[in-house]
């Protein structure tokens, strides 16, 4: 273990906020914390069991500008299909990075045999803001299962690092961040102690899906939030019980977030432009949404 490792500032619980019959709990914005920069937004979606004969995710088509969704499928699958001819079915494990850039319309919904069957579902959901040379960006998706991620041995084996972007232990990420950000998620055993990377400068991203984690003396539970200082280059985690977190860290933009809806650009009048474009049909991109099992 590292002698010095960042320290908790802010332990945030998840409020809860469910869409439909979708238990969604939603740590970040969250009283006191609007973002952690460039990271803005994130749902958890589950765990829950749906039945056979479901209306599956509720997540039809929207537009979206000025940021990145990065989809993490932790248990059952999701269909994909934008304006820009991107479509996928991912199943558990895998991940799907989407750069709205300068505009898209997307749905997230269950495949045709999730909503026939049923089963297990929960989903991760983060909004990576751009800065604003990178907003009107073309758009760009990469979706990736999970035989495509490298799984790291961390901890002495008693944890893994799920790479999905950046570089960890001599390997990268199958996903190329326009900005830089490194995402992973982790799998920690009881008994884990391990040294998550946390370059000085950076802003960490660190959520515990399920179990609980300690941090010096500060304990972290599942559906929390924390938010760490710049204190030093590595954070360190010990799990007393099998634990999940979403981990990432990337450099803060510091310029001003002016959110509506699905967009996120930096003044008021780039929003109404965005609501403009949208209305005329400017992100209709290569044509009409592909039906994706739906």
Known sequence: MAMTSRSITAIHRAHRDDIADLVTRRPVP??????????????????????PGNNG???????????????????????????????SVIAAGGVQWMTAGSGLIHAEVSPSEFKRDGGPLEILQ?????????????????????????????????????LVSGEHDGQAGPIPSLTGVFMATVQLAPGAKVDLPAPAG???????????????AREVPEWHLATLDDGADTVSVSAAEDTVLLFGHADP??????????????????????????????????????????
């Open 30 to 51: 969250a009283p006191g914390l609007e973002q952690v920069d460039p990271f803005l937004f994130l749902n958890h979606h589950g765990p829950q069991v749906y039945r």
């Open 57 to 87: 995710l509720p997540f039809g088509p929207h537009p979206h500008r000025g940021f990145e969704t990065v989809t993490f499928i932790l248990s059952g699958t999701l269909a994909h299909h934008d304006t820009g001819g991107h479509q």
């Open 126 to 162: 983060l909004w990576v803001n751009l800065p604003s040379r990178l907003k009107m960006t073309p758009p760009r998706y990469t979706g990736v299962q999970a035989d495509g991620i490298p799984a790291i041995a961390i901890g002495d084996g008693l944890g893994t690092l799920n």
């Open 202 to 216: 950076r802003a960490v991203l660190l959520y515990v899906v399920s179990g609980r984690i300690t941090i010096g």
């Open 253 to 294: 933009i510091g310029e001003p977030v002016v959110a509506h809806g699905p967009f996120v650009m930096n003044t008021r009048e780039e929003i109404g432009q965005a609501i403009r474009d949208y209305q005329a049909g400017l992100f209709n991109g290569t044509g009409p949404l592909l039906d994706v099992g739906t």
